[in-house]
T-cell receptor
Framework: KAGVTQTPRYLIKTRGQQVTLSCSPI?????VSWYQQTPGQGLQFLFE???????NKGNFPGRFSGRQFSNSRSEMNVSTLELGDSALYLC????????????FGQGTRLTVV | AQSVAQPEDQVNVAEGNPLTVKCTYS??????LFWYVQYPNRGLQFLLK??????LVKGSYGFEAEFNKSQTSFHLKKPSALVSDSALYFC??????????????FGKGTKLSVKP
């Protein structure tokens, strides 16, 4: 059974640009969550999607957005990139919303220059 | 505010010795509790979870964790550490009530270093 797949693994963007990250959950999983990991703030919750609906949102500015497709794949978008957006972005999938296990992908390392 | 605390930034142990990585939480109700491990430039790997039942939970790679409701703690343990256990360990909780249900709240992480 394939795990959670995140693409791309690495990205370098310039301030002011926008970026889209992709996450394919484990087959059969319908919930996808996104987290930002930085050395200073640690792991912070961005948002969670279940059945194409955003169920929960963390404390991030509106520049961070996401969506989920009918096949449960999810994308997150960051517009008007700032240097502080440089981070490892992790996606996790669960069978159901608020499930008892979340399985993480390898992450996308975003560097903003 | 709901939070998870890992009081030690780093834990150093000798190979073959027991190890403990501490975690306490401040979350209302009876949340789900988790431990994850992260190797350099990798995602998080699930180690174990506590949902309900026996306070001692066994997980992957010989790790176990002890849930203590009165102390709101969920310490990670292993009887005999290996050099390959060296990594970053995260404790996480999933609240079951309130606005944060559905997402994981993580501690800051504890770097475990096992020396030969």
């Amino acid at each position: 059974k394939a795990g959670v797949t995140q693409t791309p693994r690495y990205l370098i963007k310039t301030r002011g640009q926008q970026v889209t990250l992709s996450c394919s959950p484990i087959s059969g999983h319908r919930s996808v969550s996104w987290y930002q990991q930085t050395p200073g703030q640690g792991l912070q919750f961005l948002f969670e999607y279940f059945s194409e609906t955003q169920r929960n949102k963390g404390n991030f500015p509106g520049r961070f957005s996401g969506r989920q497709f009918s096949n449960s794949r999810s994308e997150m978008n960051v517009s008007t990139l700032e240097l502080g957006d440089s981070a490892l972005y992790l996606c996790a999938s669960s069978q159901e919303w608020g499930g008892t296990e979340a399985f993480f992908g390898q992450g996308t390392r975003l560097t903003v220059v | 505010a709901q939070s998870v605390a890992q009081p030690e930034d780093q834990v150093n142990v000798a190979e073959g010795n027991p190890l403990t990585v501490k975690c306490t939480y401040s979350v209302s109700g009876n949340p789900y509790l988790f431990w994850y491990v992260q190797y350099p430039n990798r995602g998080l790997q699930f180690l174990l979870k506590y949902i309900t039942g026996d306070n001692l939970v066994k997980g992957s790679y010989g790790f176990e964790a002890e849930f203590n409701k009165s102390q709101t703690s969920f310490h990670l343990k292993k009887p005999s550490a290996l050099v390959s256990d060296s990594a970053l360990y995260f404790c996480a909780v999933r609240p079951l009530y309130g606005g944060s249900q559905g997402n994981l709240i993580f501690g800051k992480g504890t770097k475990l270093s096992v020396k030969p």
